[in-house]
Nanobody, 123 residues
Framework: QVQLVESGGGLVQAGGSLRLSCAAS????????MGWFRQAPGKEREFVAV????????YYADSVKGRFTISRDNAKNTVYLQMNSLKLEDTAVYYC????????????????WGQGTQVTVSS
């Protein structure tokens, strides 16, 4: 079993930065890929970034590549999403997720989800 809690969202001006955290609990934490998804009003939930435990392999959506960085602190059982050069279109509720998945970009394959944290980017 895995429990996930996101934090770090807030209001930021375009071009600014935020760092999201996802605190995980459960014995399977180190066995699952862990990633970030986001959902804006009226839109489907979309993939943002994910990290596989094996080799620390990371994947990013094209829309955030070069601006966002996912990292993991095993001692704290926490995954982070550093978001730089934020744009208006980054405004969404951000969720962390975990699970044994074949396609890390497919939200429907994840078993565990946090409650979400709101990120709002202003002009």
């Amino acid at each position: 079993q895995v429990q996930l809690v996101e934090s770090g969202g807030g209001l930021v001006q375009a071009g600014g930065s935020l760092r999201l955290s996802c605190a995980a609990s459960g014995r399977t934490f180190r066995s699952y890929p862990m990633g970030w998804f986001r959902q804006a009003p009226g839109k489907e939930r979309e993939f943002v970034a994910v990290m596989r435990w094996s080799g620390g392999t990371t994947y990013y959506a094209d829309s955030v590549k070069g601006r966002f960085t996912i990292s993991r602190d095993n001692a704290k059982n926490t995954v982070y999403l550093q978001m730089n050069s934020l744009k208006l279109e980054d405004t969404a509720v951000y969720y962390c997720a975990a699970g044994r998945v074949a396609n890390v970009r497919d939200s429907s394959q994840y078993d565990y989800w946090g409650q979400g944290t709101q990120v709002t980017v202003s002009s």
